[in-house]
């Protein structure tokens, strides 16, 4: 597992900790779902596609583009665990109420 899927899960176990503790499960679903919304808008932005065009591509930008993409891929592994949570307990609610 990667570390940055491990923070993803480890955001998420302490949203759930603390939904549960404040017996509140609308917290929790808020924690987990604005840390996924960040993390995919924060992705998006990285991986986002440069408006300008240039003629040609230095060394630079190319490691400049996989640093960009690899931070982007992070951010996604941050948001996947916490968007599961935050569908789950959607879900729950919605079945409960």
Known sequence: MD???TFGCLIA???IMIGAVANDWFLAT???GLT???SILLAGILAGVSLREYPTKKKSDA???AERNSWAKNFL???I???IVSFVLIVFDAIIH
Do not use: Q
């Open 3 to 5: 570390r940055f899927s």
């Open 13 to 15: 176990l302490i949203g």
């Open 30 to 32: 808020r924690i987990t």
């Open 36 to 38: 996924a919304i960040v």
């Open 63 to 65: 490691d400049s583009e």
């Open 77 to 79: 592994l941050i948001a």
């Open 81 to 83: 665990p916490n968007f």
